[in-house]
Nanobody, 121 residues
Framework: QVQLVESGGGLVQPGGSLRLSCVAS????????MGWYRQAPGKQRELVAA???????NYADSLKDRFTISRDNAKNTLALQMIGLKPEDTAVYYC???????????????WGQGTQVTVSS
């Protein structure tokens, strides 16, 4: 069984920084794209950033100057470094991965349970 677990959320003041982490575990054959999404109250879930297994990244245009995504393919981990946080960054942040489980022929979409990030003074 494949599982994604996030950590690192919390309460931070405007202008502060946070680092989110995600680890994929279980019977994993390979991982293609990994990414971070977020969902604020009353809004749709939106892409924050994604990275493929070759290291190519894709960011939401409005976030690329403050957020940095990285992954460790050997450890099946994903991170999001966030700086200059603003109140509008408040949301639940979800880890996503396209994973081919062991014994399967195709990739599936897997999500973490989400971690709350609150930016407030």
């Amino acid at each position: 069984q494949v599982q994604l677990v996030e950590s690192g959320g919390g309460l931070v003041q405007p202008g502060g920084s946070l680092r989110l982490s995600c680890v994929a575990s279980g019977s994993i054959f390979s991982i293609n794209v990994m990414g971070w999404y977020r969902q604020a109250p009353g809004k749709q879930r939106e892409l924050v950033a994604a990275v493929d297994n070759g290291g190519r990244t894709n960011y939401a245009d409005s976030l690329k100057d403050r957020f940095t995504i990285s992954r460790d393919n050997a450890k099946n981990t994903l991170a999001l470094q966030m700086i200059g946080l603003k109140p509008e960054d408040t949301a639940v942040y979800y880890c996503y991965a396209a994973i081919k489980p062991s014994g399967r022929d195709s990739y599936g979409d897997f999500w973490g349970q989400g971690t709350q990030v609150t930016v407030s003074s």
